[in-house]
Nanobody, 121 residues
């Protein structure tokens, strides 16, 4: 599966962005989808994940209540709505796909290119 993320940009603290990730596979509806991020000088980290049906979602503690992951299987797309952004959310954000629910980087085989998010204070 090929993944293409977009929607990043520069935003002030307290603002919002919506990231999108489009998938090429006709089997998109069978994948668990995840969002990850990598800040400068840091390791890539888990942000959020959503099961194939959208029935279950998972978040890292630092984004709970601010970020929302969702998907539209008819459009082969997954989204990350990011509200109340903080400077510490600055990172390159990646979408990823896997057949089983994983909440860590090494659990995903399929990755898109990143989209950069910069939050200014």
């Amino acid at each position: 599966v090929q993944l293409q993320a977009c929607g990043g940009g520069l935003v002030q603290a307290g603002g919002y962005l919506r990231l999108s990730c489009a998938a090429s596979s006709r089997f998109f509806g069978t994948y668990v989808m995840g969002w990850f991020r990598q800040a400068p000088g840091k390791d890539r980290e888990f942000v959020a994940a959503i099961t194939w049906s959208g029935g279950s979602t998972y978040y890292t503690d630092s984004v709970k209540g601010r970020f929302t992951i969702s998907r539209d299987n008819a459009k082969n797309a997954v989204y990350l709505q990011m509200n109340s952004l903080k400077p510490e959310d600055t990172a390159v954000y990646y979408c990823a796909a896997e057949f089983t629910t994983k909440l860590e980087v090494r659990g995903y085989r399929y990755w898109g290119q990143g989209t950069e998010v910069t939050v200014s204070s």
